[in-house]
């Protein structure tokens, strides 16, 4: 009787030790993302192609922020000596610092991020200026034009490096109206496969 009991402890203490080096293995495989939109729209195309993109990704922790509920001041020298950094400001960063990778939309605005995006970068390098240090990143963007944002994209890509930031992977979703459908996602094939490779090529560098 008593080796009996003296067995199904032995055989539940190998089930338990099994099980947390299963839950350890399946930690260290998964990576944080963190995915958001350059935009401070309620009604924002770019959140949309984030949700949609968020959507794809299986096998990796992933948090998708919308900017629309993070209301910053305009960034001014006497802004930062009086009232310093918000902390929703200095939470994002800190939610930026433990992710490995970054998904990111911009939307454009007169052919550049707009205002509320380049506020926050302007924000984001006051507190660090290499905020996106060991950061891969993911970059997108879209518009109802047929450049789908590319002059923003192309904006955000060369400020990516400046702040540490290690760009992977681009796309670029041209005509927001006729290539994406809110229940279906990208719905022009060649994009959709473009869009499935770069996110692709960013996932396996995490
Ligand atoms: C002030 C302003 C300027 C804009 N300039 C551009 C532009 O240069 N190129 C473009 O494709 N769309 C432009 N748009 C349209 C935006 O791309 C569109 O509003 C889009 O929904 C913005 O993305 P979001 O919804 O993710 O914020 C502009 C919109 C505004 C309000």
């Not at 930690?27 to 968020?54: D, E, V, W, Y």
């Amino acid at each position: 009787m008593f080796c009996i009991a003296k067995l199904a402890i032995f055989y539940s203490c190998q089930y338990y030790l099994q099980y947390f080096r299963d839950i350890n293995k399946i930690k260290q495989r998964m990576a944080s993302i963190l995915a958001f939109a350059g935009s401070n729209s309620s009604i924002s195309i770019n959140f949309k192609l984030i949700q949609f993109t968020a959507s794809l990704v299986n096998d990796h922790e992933l948090r998708v922020l919308n900017l629309a509920n993070y209301p910053f001041p305009m960034y001014s020298y006497d802004e930062e000596k009086n009232n310093g950094f918000v902390n929703s400001l200095i939470e994002f960063k800190n939610d930026i610092d433990v992710a490995q990778g970054l998904i990111i939309a911009v939307n454009e605005h007169n052919g550049n991020p707009s205002a509320y995006f380049k506020n926050l970068l302007d924000w984001f390098s006051r507190v660090d200026k290499n905020f996106l240090v060991n950061t891969k990143i993911f970059l997108m963007s879209t518009s109802y034009g047929k450049r789908g944002a590319s002059g923003s994209l192309g904006v955000i890509e060369k400020l990516i490096p400046r702040f540490g930031g290690e760009l992977v992977s681009i796309f670029s979703l041209p005509s927001f109206g006729e290539n994406f459908d809110e229940s279906k996602g990208i719905i022009n094939p060649e994009l959709a496969e473009q869009h499935k490779k770069a996110l692709q090529q960013f996932l396996a560098t995490l």
